[in-house]
């Protein structure tokens, strides 16, 4: 998959990105959303092991370019019946806070609706305030709050909102 607009571009996660990718699952700051403070503890190695499995059909990683440039990642799953889960990371702080993870989710939405899935699903920590009000912008649907329903690396409780996004709903933040 390679989905450009502007100075944006999604593509598919190759063997030249494991460095990347190890380094911001490794960074606790930018997984403490997902659970992981002290971060994964992976290798590029491993990385690329689990890329190498990807495919259209079944589960797909893939890096957020700006200008050329890497500056965070998506994923999505294929979870049968016309549904596919999604996550986003902006890794690159500094990118953080001007629209491009509002912009990357429409590139890779509209694609995903053009493929033929229905329903977009995905969840976001509940204090995760920031991407409930870009997900909330695209048209998804909070679906529920998980309270207290996982725990953290440090054995915190925390919290979790489940969203859904139908094509009637989606408002596309990447079209000109």
Avoid at 104 to 117: D, K, P, T
Avoid at 125 to 133: D, E, G
Wanted: charged share 25%; proline share 2%; with cysteine.
């Amino acid at each position: 998959m390679k989905i450009e607009y502007r100075d944006l571009c999604i593509r598919n996660a190759e063997a030249r990105d494991c460095e990347q990718l190890a380094a911001w699952w490794n960074d606790g700051a930018v997984m403490d959303h997902a659970g992981f403070p002290l971060g994964l503890g992976t290798t590029a190695a491993v990385v690329r092991g689990e890329i190498a499995d990807d495919s259209d059909d079944t589960r797909r990683r893939l890096i957020i370019e700006l200008a050329g440039a890497p500056i965070g990642e998506m994923s999505y799953s294929n979870l049968g019946g016309g549904t596919a889960e999604l996550g986003i990371k902006i890794c690159d702080f500094t990118k953080q806070e001007r629209g491009l993870g509002r912009a990357a989710l429409s590139m890779l939405i509209s694609a995903l609706f053009a493929r033929g899935y229905t329903r977009i699903i995905l969840d976001t920590n509940l204090k995760n305030l920031r991407a409930q009000h870009v997900y909330e912008l695209l048209g998804f649907k909070k679906l529920r709050i998980n309270k207290d329903s996982w725990t953290n690396q440090l054995g915190e409780l925390q919290s979790s909102v489940d969203y859904e996004l139908t094509p009637e709903n989606f408002v596309n933040y990447a079209k000109d």
